[in-house]
C-alpha cells in the first residue's frame, strides 16, 4: 500500500539509486569550513547601541532595519585586512577538504560584483574589490574544493524577495519576478566567472513549486554539470543530504549528507559572542559525523575588517594537527560498524575498525559487545604501539594505556580478517 515516504526513506532510496557522477570526492572529503561573511559582519550584532543576540547575519531582520538605512551602512564596510591566501592557509592548516562562503545572504548584499544590482561590495563600499574571486582562487591553488552559498529565496533588499515584511508587504510579492530578476540572474554570475564551483550551497527554499525547482536545477546545471547542489534547494532535490542547523543524525545513514555547525553559537560575526566549540568538540563532532557516514562543514565568522576570530583560527588550526595524526582515520572512511558507544566512536575502512576513544573506561578495559569480526590486531594510530584485547563470547574487550595520548580523541585501530 501506499504511504507518505519520509525523508530517511526518501534519501535512502536516492542514495541505492542514481547519486550524481561527482560526488565521491564530498563523501570523501568528511571536513568542509563554512564562512558567513557580509554586510552584517560589519555590524557585528549591534544596531544602535543596541545588542542583539542568536545569529549575526539576522540583524537587519531583528531590528527590522528599513532598506535605505541599512544600505547605508555599506559606505563604511571596508574589509581592508582580508586576505585570501591567509584564510585558505588557515583552512588548509585545519584540515578542511571543502569551502563555501555565503556570496548573498538573506540581507541581499552580494559579496561579489554583480552586474545585477549595484547593492554589492563593489559598487557599494569603499573596498571596491571583488574578495570571493581571490578567495575561489586561493582554496583552489591549495588542492581544495570551492563553492558558494547563495540565498536563492530570502532576500530582504529586494521588494519581491522573501520574508521582509517591514518594508514590503509579503502578498502583494511577485516571487517569479525575484528569481527572475535577481537570484536567477546572480546565480548565473556566480556560476559564470568564478571558475570551476564543487558546490553551490542553496538555503531556506520558498516561492516554487517542485516542478518549478526542478526546472531551476536544470537551467543552473547546464552552467556547471559537475558542481553539487544542496538539499536546501527544496522539495528533497539536490545532490546531498544536509541536515538541520547543528543538528546529527542520532543513527547512521547511507548516502552523501553533511552536518552543520557553527564554532560559536552566531554564523555571522557578532562581537558579544565567544562562546567558541573548543578543539575537543570540534574533533568529535567530526568523529561523529564519520562514524554515521557524513561530513561535518564547519562555519566561521570573519569580522567586518576581513579577519577571521582569533578562536576560530586557533582551535581551527589545533583541530588540524589533530588530523595531521588521525587524519587516516577520518577522510576517506565509511559509518563504523560498531555504533555508538559510551567510551566514543568508530569509522570504517577495508579489514579496519577505527576506534575514536574519547572517555577512558576507569577499568582501563574498552569494551564492544556483539563483535563477531575475526580480530587480527589492535594498536593505536598515533605511534603503532599494539595493545592487548581478547574475546570473551560475543564480546571483544581492550586492554588501554594507562593514559590516553590525546585527551581529545585517542584512535585505536582494530585490523580485522574476512568479513565483519
Ligand atoms: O537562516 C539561515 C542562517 O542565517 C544560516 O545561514 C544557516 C546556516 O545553515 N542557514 C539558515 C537557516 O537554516
Known sequence: TAHAQTMDEMWESRSSGKEHANIQWFKDAKFGLFIHWGLYSHL????????????????????KIPVREYEATAATFNPSRFNADEWAQLAKDAGIKYVVITAKHHEGFAMYDSKVSTFDIVDATPFKQDPMKLLADAVRKRGMHFGFYYSQFQDWHNPNGGKNTWDFDESKKDYQKYYRQKAIPQLKELMSNYGDLSIVWFDTPGGLSKEQTQQFIDSLRLLQPKSLFSSRVGHGLGDYRDYGDSEMPAMPINGAWESIYTHNDSWGYMK????????????????EAASKGGNLMLNVGPDGSGRIPAY???????TGRWLQVNGESIYGTTQGLIPQQPWGVTTSKPGKQYLHVWTRPRSGKLLIPNANMQVQKVYALADGQPVKWHKRGDAIWIDLPITLSDAKNTVFVLEYAGEA
Open 272 to 287: 558579544h559572542d565567544m562562546n567558541f566549540k573548543t578543539p575537543e568538540t570540534i574533533i568529535r563532532l567530526l568523529a
Open 312 to 318: 576560530s583560527a586557533q582551535f581551527l588550526r589545533e
Open 44 to 63: 557585528g550584532g549591534e544596531w544602535k547601541g543596541k545588542r542583539y543576540y542568536g545569529s549575526g547575519e539576522w540583524i537587519m531582520n531583528q531590528a
